[in-house]
């Protein structure tokens, strides 16, 4: 397969991507804020807890720091695409809940620019909306819903400064609607659906650095650091009143700017790992938002979202014990945890989730691409008090491509 033919096929997948990405999720909790946050994490760091941020690899792509794109080989073309199913299960109170969902996660490339600067670019998901459920009232029935996501198109680069140093960022844009819909159906009056949309269309920055240093043979310590500054958010948002009993025309209640009224805080992380040679690896990574500075303007007949900071510890390992031996011996074993306090309260509670995850990387024969199954576990509730409990199950599926530029095969 030439370079064209590769590229056609990696352009062709993005805009496919483009069409069809939607991060699933089906939590009342979305219904807050921007909805589920992502942390841009590949089906492989997915397998390892989440972590990313001192992670540097020539044979994969890492997102999470934009630093480790200097890494890859001046021959070497990687794609990555990810798919997610998930199980889902909610209890509140005595009443339980099922449902799953899943599709495609993202879309990512990397290719080197030259021999010390390396370059990235795809499609992921920022954050995702997804829920449904009612109750009784006095006088009759009150149903909410949501739908939706922000997804972000980015481009990346990073540059080797000195040996084990490198440095990088991703230039995204954000583009998206989350919609929330409260549905009122009295007894003998008129129905109304008040419908909230937020569309968000803006640019963000991200900026990473990574350090390895050598401190024996085939032993090595990295670090990472990321750093993505606040901004004002830009885009619209709305709230309509539909008269469902009658043919009158839609009522906008409110319709506002999301400039000085919409925000995203500054973001931190940081990772350190361990690695010896290419069989094992361990690593740490802590995550930090201050939320309680962004804003979130409140809007017409729906909750107001009261932001907590947000903070996430991470921890995983991958082992591989032979790359040259048995099928068996050539995989690769991950395993990884994670606790987050989310960004959201409701009543004073905090809510946080905390999961742990395993996969595996299958190799395949005759080239250096790789097959990732991963399995998670997940649980998310309010704290102290646990109005609402959610468990999750996900299998995910990463396929990483792995492909020599410029290079021509020989014929005997």
């Not at 606040?230 to 319709?255: A, F, H, W």
């Not at 690769?332 to 987050?340: I, K, P, Q, S, V």
């Not at 097959?371 to 995910?396: C, D, W």
Request: charged share 15%.
């Amino acid at each position: 397969m030439n370079i064209n033919s590769r590229l056609v096929a990696a352009i062709a997948a993005a805009s496919i991507a483009c069409a069809t990405l939607c991060a699933q999720t089906t939590s009342p909790y979305s219904r807050f804020g921007f909805g589920t946050l992502s942390d841009n994490a590949t089906s492989a760091q997915r397998q390892m807890g989440g972590v990313g941020y001192a992670l540097g690899s020539g044979r994969s792509i890492n997102v999470m720091n934009p630093a480790s794109y200097s890494r890859i080989d001046s021959l070497t073309f990687l794609f990555d695409m990810g798919v997610d199913f998930t199980i889902f299960n909610r209890t509140q109170g005595d009443t339980r809940f099922s449902d799953n969902g899943g599709g495609l996660e993202y879309v990512t490339m990397q290719f080197p620019i030259s021999k010390r600067i390396g370059a990235s670019f795809g499609l992921l998901p920022f954050s995702s909306v997804g829920y449904a459920f009612g109750s009784e009232i006095n006088n009759g029935s009150y149903t909410q819903q949501g739908s939706g996501g922000i997804n972000q198109l980015y481009v990346g680069a990073a540059y080797n400064i000195v040996n084990g140093l490198s440095a990088g960022f991703n230039f995204s844009y954000l583009f998206g609607t989350n919609n929330n819909e409260v549905y009122i159906n009295p007894d003998g009056g008129y129905s109304a659906l008040f419908r909230q949309e937020l569309q968000v269309r803006d640019f963000r920055v991200q900026f990473g650095l990574q350090y390895e240093q050598k401190i024996a043979a085939d032993r090595y310590i990295g670090v990472g650091l990321v750093f993505a500054p606040g901004k004002d958010l830009l885009g619209s948002g709305r709230v309509i009143k539909y008269d469902v009993s009658s043919n009158e025309k839609p009522d906008t209640l409110q319709d506002i700017s999301l400039r000085r009224n919409f925000s995203l805080p500054t973001t931190w992380g940081v990772g350190i790992n361990y690695r010896h040679s290419g069989k094992l690896l361990v690593e740490a990574d802590f995550t930090y938002q201050p939320w309680t500075k962004a804003r979130f303007a409140e809007m017409s007949d729906f909750p107001t979202t009261v932001y907590a900071d947000r903070w996430k510890v991470a921890l995983g390992t991958q082992f591989r014990p032979r790359e040259r031996g048995s099928y068996f011996q050539a995989m690769t074993y991950r395993l990884g945890a994670f606790y987050n306090r989310d960004y959201i309260t409701i009543g004073g509670n905090h809510v946080h989730d905390y999961g742990l995850a395993c996969g595996f990387g299958f190799p395949t024969y005759s080239t250096k691409s790789i097959i990732n199954l991963g399995f998670e576990y997940r649980r998310r509730q309010a704290h102290p008090v646990a109005m609402v409990k959610e468990n999750y199950f996900s299998i995910t599926l990463g396929i990483n491509f792995n492909e020599m530029w410029f290079h021509k095969r020989k014929i005997d």
